[in-house]
Antibody
Framework: EVQLVESGGGLEQPGGSLRLSCAASGFTFSSYEMNWVRQAPGKGLEWVSYISSSGSTIYYKDSVKGRFTISRDNAKNSLYLQMNSLRAEDTAVYYC????????????WGQGTLVTVSS | DIQMTQSPSSLSASVGDRVTITCRAGQSVSTYLNWYQQKPGKAPKLLIYAASSLQSGVPSRFSGSGSGTDFTLTISSLQPEDFAIYYCQQSYSFPSFGQGTKLEIK
């Protein structure tokens, strides 16, 4: 069974940092592209970042470029999102999502981890 | 970024009704269009990919159609468990989502 389990969320002050993790199981993690998608409270879904299966190709939403860093450790079946210089508008539930190999869609999602940026 | 616009933003319907939700892209996305269902407090669930392909395990009452800029998600006969928020998402370029359509019980 495919499972994605996020952790690392919490309350952080503006300008602070958090590191999110996503532990994957039930599939060959190293074969899949992965993404982070976020959802502000009561709002819609917003793609944040993408990483290729090898980690060699990375993309970010413009508003997080230079502040967020996506990475992965295929030996540990884990995906990460280092979030620096946090802003109030980064407050959201952050989901890791597996990208389907053939369909360019998000076929499995974690349960999400809440990041709250507030003083 | 490709803007995705869904209509309506909310919809009231009854069990057994046929429901259609529309998604319009700001530019052609070919058939790189996916639909998700999200229930309160839960992660989104993939329903339809590549505009019209049914994800494994999804009931056949869900269907999708369209290409280019105009797409539809149809639920042929609403069931109680279908009341949720539905999102379209384009994967032609950097992913972007519609604002969502909240399907409520009439």
């Amino acid at each position: 069974e495919v499972q994605l389990v996020e952790s690392g969320g919490g309350l952080e002050q503006p300008g602070g940092s958090l590191r999110l993790s996503c532990a994957a199981s039930g599939f060959t993690f190293s074969s899949y592209e992965m993404n982070w998608v976020r959802q502000a409270p009561g709002k819609g879904l917003e793609w944040v970042s993408y990483i290729s299966s090898s980690g060699s190709t990375i993309y970010y939403k413009d508003s997080v470029k230079g502040r967020f860093t996506i990475s992965r450790d295929n030996a540990k079946n884990s995906l990460y999102l280092q979030m620096n210089s946090l802003r109030a508008e980064d407050t959201a539930v952050y989901y890791c999502a597996r990208e389907n190999a053939s369909g360019k869609n998000f076929d499995y999602w974690g349960q999400g981890t809440l990041v709250t940026v507030s003083s | 970024d490709i803007q995705m616009t869904q209509s309506p933003s909310s919809l009231s319907a009854s069990v057994g009704d046929r429901v259609t939700i529309t998604c319009r892209a700001g530019q052609s996305v070919s058939t790189y269009l996916n639909w998700y269902q999200q229930k309160p407090g839960k992660a989104p669930k993939l329903l339809i990919y590549a505009a019209s392909s049914l994800q494994s395990g999804v009931p056949s009452r869900f269907s999708g159609s369209g290409s280019g800029t105009d797409f539809t998600l149809t639920i042929s006969s609403l069931q109680p468990e279908d009341f949720a928020i539905y999102y379209c998402q384009q994967s032609y370029s950097f992913p972007s989502f519609g604002q969502g359509t909240k399907l409520e019980i009439k």
